[in-house]
């Protein structure tokens, strides 16, 4: 990404001054910025304009000093004025997954939101193309795997969704100059908040959104940032303790976080009641084809050609779309109408018209 020069057309806050006086003077003594801040330092860092050295230094002194909501919500509002929009009629879950993908497990969101889908819940996914710091298997290479077109242009991820019932969004089409940071994350060697923000950049304008977290404060910090935030305003954020960080739930003792209408709310539910009796290593697959192998289980999966660790965990994983969306009261019934959604043949049609599409 070509460096632009420094100029006052931002404010009076470049990255290196926000690095002396703010962010960047040590882990017990950095603060905080304002949104007027950290909106400046989204700005130009958009615009291309910080030092590739100055850039780095302030990735890592937001990660040391850790973001608050307020700066999250300014950085997601920055991206949100790049985001190529296309709105589906369908309103759709929107499910937002780590973009640089997993590398032990199954990827199981997609088979999930083509189930989900298959029940009458429409489901939204977006990625990128083995994003750093990672660069594992994401969403796009399951449906790669699948034969299914994922370099969409955002009207044409829309239309998907409609005709199908699930959509693809392609981070360098509707999100460019977020994309085109790829090189500078990739020196970072460690993620940065952009890794935080791009799950959230919610390209098909979604009521709700899914997503997972490894610890429940982290959860409350993203419905806190959704509160902030001024570019969009969902009705309802559920989010999970996820496998690798992903949106897919994982075996046993789990944390949810529910947020609607600006009332959070947190519980704890035991997989094993709902069919998920098995561990996280009985979800492995191969290290070194992830998304083959999640697109061969997910094939299997929504042909009702499995009736395994595997198909339970994806029912389990459409159903919390089905009742993320409110589709269904409660789990179980979302649970009902999701194994309905692949003994009834409605799943594989969705994965049909997907390759058709």
Request: contains cysteine; negative net charge.
């Amino acid at each position: 990404m070509a460096q632009a020069p420094e100029t006052a057309e931002f404010g009076e806050w470049p990255l290196k001054r926000l690095m002396t006086e703010v962010v960047g003077t040590g882990v017990k003594s950095a603060e905080d910025m304002t949104r007027e801040q950290a909106t400046e330092a989204m700005e130009r860092i958009l615009a291309g304009e910080p030092d590739h050295t100055t850039l780095g230094a302030f990735w890592l002194a937001n990660r040391w000093k850790h973001n608050n909501a307020e700066e999250l919500a300014a950085y997601a509002d920055v991206i949100a004025e790049d985001v190529v929009y296309a709105e589906p009629d369908a309103d759709p879950v929107d499910c937002g997954a780590n973009y640089d993908g997993k590398g032990d497990t199954a990827i199981l969101g997609a088979a999930a939101g083509i189930v989900a889908a298959g029940a009458g819940t429409p489901v939204v996914v977006h990625s990128g193309d083995r994003v750093p710091t990672q660069k594992q298997d994401a969403y796009k290479h399951v449906l790669d795997e699948l034969g299914i077109r994922t370099e969409l242009v955002p009207t044409e991820s829309a239309d998907m969704v409609d005709e199908t019932g699930f959509g693809f969004y392609y981070q360098p089409e509707f999100a460019p100059r977020v994309h085109a940071l790829w090189d500078r994350r990739d020196q970072m060697g460690v993620r940065t908040f952009v890794n935080t923000v791009e799950t959230i950049a919610n390209p098909a304008r979604a009521d709700v959104h899914l997503g997972s977290f490894y610890h429940l404060a982290f959860a409350k910090k993203i419905t806190d940032t959704f509160e902030k935030m001024e570019s969009q305003s969902p009705h309802r954020v559920v989010m999970f303790q996820g496998m690798e960080g992903y949106d897919d739930i994982r075996p046993g003792y789990t944390k949810v976080g529910e947020w609607t209408d600006g009332e959070f709310d947190d519980y704890e539910i035991e997989t094993p009641e709902y069919g998920m009796d098995f561990e996280y290593e009985d979800l492995e697959v191969d290290p070194d084809d992830v998304a083959g192998d999640s697109a061969r289980l997910t094939e299997e999966i929504v042909a009702g050609d499995r009736e395994d660790h595997f198909a339970d965990a994806v029912a389990l994983n459409a159903a919390f779309r089905i009742y993320a969306r409110e589709d269904a009261d409660t789990l179980d019934e979302g649970l009902e109408m999701a194994r309905e959604s692949i003994d009834s043949g409605a799943a594989e049609a969705v994965l049909d018209d997907l390759r058709a599409f």
